[in-house]
């Protein structure tokens, strides 16, 4: 995640529903009131014009009271003290910006020149904006947000069905040495729609604050084990190393995930209808093997279907001081898979 997005989160923590400030947006809403919220940064001091210093201890009706004054209200960094209240906010006026209200100019230059955090409610609008140095976002109700992740929900539901009916498939798919391009492809493409997905859901449960706990725990039940499985994936299937494919396929745009042809030549350099073998990681992570045995295992053969049909004490002699026995956990798992008992 880059610097800027954090810092948009954090932004978004500090007026979620449920906080202070969230309280006191709430209110200045509901009484048909305005207000200017800067967080202080020492440049202010170069560009505020009268009001008076405050420099009281932080509370909601403290702060609603000193709203109803024209000016803007200054509050500390760490939001524990009200440092000022009714200043004039006196930007740069050449600082480019695309608002039209006298409030909302001045607090997006603000926000520019000393690259601060500002909060403007709209008195006859009756809408947020946040501004965040150059970045400005219009604050959404909590309503809205709620609905946002119900959609964003019944949409991960059914990709996560589609996901675990294809691993379902793809297991079969292996152990009968028979998967194409096509197969893995779909796999990976269904995940990274879930991820996005899940990035989207990250944001706006952070805007929707302790009003969508409930609905945070489905959406962990959906996303869990889905980059794992993506991960195994890549490097049992992929031509270049795990880093590199996942770079590959983190810079393809959401379009370009959408066509399996594009996902085939970024991470095989193949035909969709091509056969490719598995290397075994995926498969063996269901034995309760550490990562640097299964490693150990898949060097020492070429394929799945090596290990698979291995009649020798080839696999115990690798993994000497295991004390699980390889041979008996395979037909086990392979035989839960023809059953379909499990997604590996």
Known sequence: MEEKERMVLEYLKKVSPGTGLRTVINDLIRSDLGAIIVFYTPELEKIIEGGFRVNCRFTPQRLFELCKMDGAIIVSQDQRRILFANVMLTPDPTIQTNETGTRHKAAERTAKQVNTFII??????????????????????????????????????????????????????????????????????????????????????????????????????????????????????????LKKTQTLVENLSFEGILELESIARLVFEKELDEPVSPRGFRFLAQLKLSDKEASMIVKEYENLSQILSDETNKLENVLKNNTINIKEGIEKLRENIVEGRTIV
């Open 120 to 241: 403007t409610v709209s008195e006859r609008k009756k809408k947020t904006t946040l501004f965040m140095g150059p970045t400005k976002i219009a604050l959404r109700s909590s309503e809205e947000v709620t609905r946002e992740i119900s959609t964003t929900l019944q949409v991960l539901e059914k990709q996560r069905e589609i996901f675990d009916e294809l691993l379902s498939k793809i297991n079969i798919l292996e152990i009968s040495n028979m998967v194409s391009v096509s197969d893995i492809c779909k796999l990976i493409q269904r995940a990274e729609i879930i991820l996005r997905h899940s990035e989207v859901l990250k944001k706006d449960f952070i805007e929707a604050g302790k009003e969508g706990n409930l609905t945070n725990l489905r959406y962990k039940e959906l996303v869990k084990g889905v980059e794992k499985k993506e991960e195994e994936l890549i490097r049992d299937y992929a031509k270049l190393s």
